[in-house]
């Protein structure tokens, strides 16, 4: 009965359209960003070497599904438009970085462990909760997007673009997911914020993978022209993340070593998710 009900369920996902399959994948990093978040539950004890390691494999993710999964489909793809195939992936992966630094300027937030004095952004009275949940929020953007266009290209019957190639990059960064919700829960416990609370923010911070994972899938699906650069924009916008923000945080408090060596395992796992699957 439970395998039969797990068949049709991959049956269902598999013939679904790729805006529903998009929705139903970023449910899932949603997801995992809230498992991240559970620990709170039992345990106030923040392990810092651990969560650097973790981090650092959220960056070796990040960087590692920016190529196989996002920049060389780019490339591929532009063999089918009227400019040189280098130009669609150069303007996308440009455009992407740009994106998240205006987010950067305009959106107030904080980054993890870092006091209210170094808040980015504009002036704002928000609280340090609200602030932090907006960082780890601004990382989750590009790689909500990210997961609804490689959905979305599958509309197109594009070689390099295959339902197991999708499917690994959502699973990938749902890993990398598990890490951002403990990074928001726990520093929340530490600081005296309840269980529960600590928890919510924690979850709250994937909310917006699901609203950018349909954004991304709807928008090339309504415009084809835009794929390669859609998908350019997203690594973009994710090596923005990882060199500004992820591998920063992972070194800051002394765990170089360790946090190297969870980047280098994280492009490692992603690497062998892309080419297996995809």
Known sequence: MIIETLDNLIEAFVTASPITQALVATLFTWGMTA??????????????????????????????????????????????????????????????????????????????????????????????????????????????????????????????????????????????????????AMPLRREGMGKFKSFWYGQLSGVVEPIAGVIGAAAVLFWEPILPYALAFAAGAMIFVVVEEVIPEAQRSGNADSATMGLMGGFVVMMVLDVALG
């Open 35 to 184: 498992a991240g978040a559970l620990p709170v539950f039992f345990t106030d004890r923040e392990n810092r070497r651990l969560l650097d390691i973790l981090l650092g494999f959220t960056g070796g993710v990040m960087i590692a599904a920016s190529y196989w999964s996002l920049l060389a489909p780019s490339i591929e793809m532009a063999g089918d438009l009227a400019v040189p195939d280098w130009f669609p992936a150069a303007v996308g992966f440009l455009l992407g970085a740009v994106f998240l630094r205006l987010a950067d300027v305009i959106l107030p937030h904080l980054h993890l462990n870092a006091p209210m004095e170094e808040a980015e952004g504009v002036s704002t009275q928000w609280r340090r909760t609200t602030l932090l949940v907006l960082a780890i929020t601004l990382h989750n953007i590009p790689e909500g997007l990210a997961i609804g266009v490689a959905f979305g290209a599958l509309a197109y019957g594009f070689d390099n673009a295959s339902l197991g190639a999708a499917v690994a990059l959502a699973i990938g960064i749902g890993i990398q997911n598990f890490p951002e919700g403990m990074a928001v």
